[in-house]
Nanobody
Framework: QVQLVESGGGLVQAGGSLRLSCAAD????????MGWFRQAPGKERELVAA????????GYSDSVKGRFTIFRDNSKNTLYLQMNSLKPEDTAVYYC??????????????WGQGTQVTVSS
C-alpha cells in the first residue's frame, strides 16, 4: 500500500511558477513509476508528466512540454512537478499517481487526493 499526499497548489498569475510535491508513505516508493495528472472542470483527467523509477527517464504531454519538469527524490520518497510559465489553461486539480511495472497509465495503482492549481489571467 502506498499513500500519496500532494501539496504546493494555489493561486498564481499567468507567467508565474509553482512547485507541486507528492509525498509517498511507504518504503517502496522507488519501485513505482510516478506521474502527474490533471483534471480541469468539465474535462477528462489527463496525464501531463511521467517519470521512471530511477528518475532517469521522463515524458510530457505536448501541452506542458518545455514549461513543466517532473523529478523525484527517492531518498525522500517525494515526487515533484516544477511548473513555469503558467497559463490560465493550466488551471486544474493536479493528482500524483503511482504505477507498478507493467501497469498502464490508464489505471495507476495509487492516487493522491489532488491539489488545486488556479492560474489567473
Amino acid at each position: 500500500q502506498v499513500q500519496l499526499v500532494e501539496s504546493g497548489g494555489g493561486l498564481v498569475q499567468a507567467g508565474g511558477s509553482l512547485r507541486l510535491s507528492c509525498a509517498a508513505d511507504g518504503r517502496t516508493f522507488s519501485n513505482y513509476r510516478m506521474g502527474w495528472f490533471r483534471q480541469a472542470p468539465g474535462k477528462e483527467r489527463e496525464l501531463v508528466a511521467a517519470i521512471s523509477r530511477s528518475g532517469g527517464s521522463t515524458g510530457y504531454s505536448d501541452s506542458v512540454k518545455g514549461r513543466f519538469t517532473i523529478f523525484r527524490d527517492n531518498s525522500k520518497n517525494t515526487l515533484y512537478l516544477q511548473m513555469n510559465s503558467l497559463k490560465p489553461e493550466d488551471t486544474a486539480v493536479y493528482y500524483c499517481a503511482a504505477a507498478s511495472t507493467g501497469t498502464d497509465w490508464g489505471r495507476p495503482d495509487y492516487w493522491g487526493q489532488g491539489t488545486q492549481v488556479t492560474v489567473s489571467s
